[in-house]
């Protein structure tokens, strides 16, 4: 991926997923970590033992760990950090905090994590910043648990089943907010597990996650019952540059009509929105890909979220030392300084700006995919 620091993925040999190749020949890549760690608390649970399994019939080479503890990943110089920290999968039991759900406005009721961190590397990433330490991929082997702990948050609307527009999908568990799930589906089975967990649940509840992966194949058979809502991260082509060891964005758009055509409903995550050269003409392009995807999928339920680029001091800083030579633009005098509601600082577009770009970008889905309701821009 030419936006990917050499380095990053040098050597990293990818396979090919074919049934996720998109009709144009282009193939997805699937992730294959350099390293894989396993510590022993993960092999107590069976979820743990069946992604060892998987892994080693992948022929990946597993470390088992003697402590439960990661160590070792610190590097003095951030982006040998970075890179080596990337290309590591950890199988660690999620610590109990993990249990007990926060609230995720405006994108659903509950978040939960099947894992943390991503393999992609994103010039922007959303986690920079929020996560602690080198950015290592760790999945959780008590899966379990944390589908069997959800039971306790269903109906208990927070934000979104409060809006009327939303009644209907009952409570929502967000499974993306932490990792990329479907990034690393090959790799855990963690999302087909949840999957299922969630088409078996009487009460009325919605699994939800965004990717910017398209490896779909697995998914489109499993006994889903319109429960999980797939919604597909995606740009205008001349923003997707930023997005390195992603699937290209082409093969997204593919996959979501793939799934929509298995009875998923689906969304476009239009994120992170930024004033592009011919910002007009490159998002009108990306809807009209979008919509010709979704050309006559029978009883389409599509959503559609708006999400503009912003930063933080504290991720600007992580950015600039994970990709050092990025030209995605994170200058301040060019921003609006808005204060967040727990006191700290982020550099959003301008309100005219802003203004500009939801108009058109909702003039565009109004116009092109009709059957989108709009969740949210911010
Ligand atoms: Fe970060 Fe998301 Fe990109 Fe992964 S897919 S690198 S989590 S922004």
């Known amino acids: 991926d030419a936006s990917s620091p050499s380095d990053l993925h040098a050597g990293d040999p990818v396979r090919r997923d074919p049934a996720a190749a998109p009709a144009t020949g282009r193939a997805s890549r699937l992730w294959r970590p350099r390293r894989v760690l396993v510590t022993p608390g993960a092999l107590e649970h069976p979820h743990g033992r069946a ?11 597993v470390e088992r760990l003697a402590a439960n503890r990661l160590t070792g990943l610190r590097h003095a110089d951030p982006r040998r950090a970075y890179a080596e920290a990337k ?14 759900l926060q609230p995720i406005p405006p994108s659903a009721d509950w978040r939960f994590d099947l894992a943390e961190g991503c393999p992609a590397h994103c010039q922007y990433c959303y986690l920079a910043g929020s996560l602690s330490g080198p950015p290592v991929t760790r999945a959780y082997a008590n899966l ?15 934000v979104t089943s409060a809006q009327a527009a939303r009644a209907h999908e009952g409570t929502t568990f967000e499974a993306s907010c932490y990792t ?44 889903h019952r319109g429960r999980t809502r797939i919604r597909f991260s995606v740009n205008a082509a001349p923003a997707a540059r930023f997005e390195g060891g992603t699937a290209p964005l082409r093969a997204r758009l593919d996959a979501m009509g793939a ?53 933080t001091p504290g991720s600007k800083q992580v950015l600039e030392g994970w990709y050092p030579g990025s030209d995605l633009p994170m200058r301040e005098a060019e921003r609006s ?7 700290s600082v982020k550099y959003v577009f301008p309100k005219d700006l802003m203004a500009e770009m939801r108009e058109a970008l909702t003039g565009l ?13 911010t």
């Open 51 to 61: 992604i060892l399994a998987r892994l080693e019939a992948q022929g990946l080479p």
């Open 87 to 100: 290309a590591t999968l950890a199988i660690v039991v999620a610590p109990p905090t993990k249990l007990k």
């Open 144 to 158: 379990e648990a944390i589908l069997a702990n959800l039971g306790s948050y269903a109906g208990q609307g927070g």
């Open 180 to 223: 990329d799930p479907l990034g690393i589906e090959h790799l855990t089975g963690s999302l087909s597990a949840a999957i299922r967990h969630f088409g078996a649940w009487e009460a009325p509840v919605q699994l939800r996650f965004t990717t910017k992966f398209a490896a779909v194949a697995p998914l489109l058979d499993l006994p």
């Open 259 to 311: 799934v929509a055509r298995a009875g998923y409903p689906v969304g476009l995550t239009i994120a992170p929105i930024l004033p592009v050269p011919d910002w007009r003409a490159a998002y009108a392009a990306l809807i009209a890909d979008a919509a010709r995807v979704l050309a006559g999928v029978p009883n389409l339920d599509l959503t559609a979220e708006l999400i503009t680029h912003r930063f």
């Open 337 to 343: 300084r808005k204060l967040t509601k727990f006191g």
């Open 365 to 377: 889905l109004a116009r092109d995919l009709p059957a989108a309701r709009v969740l949210y821009w």
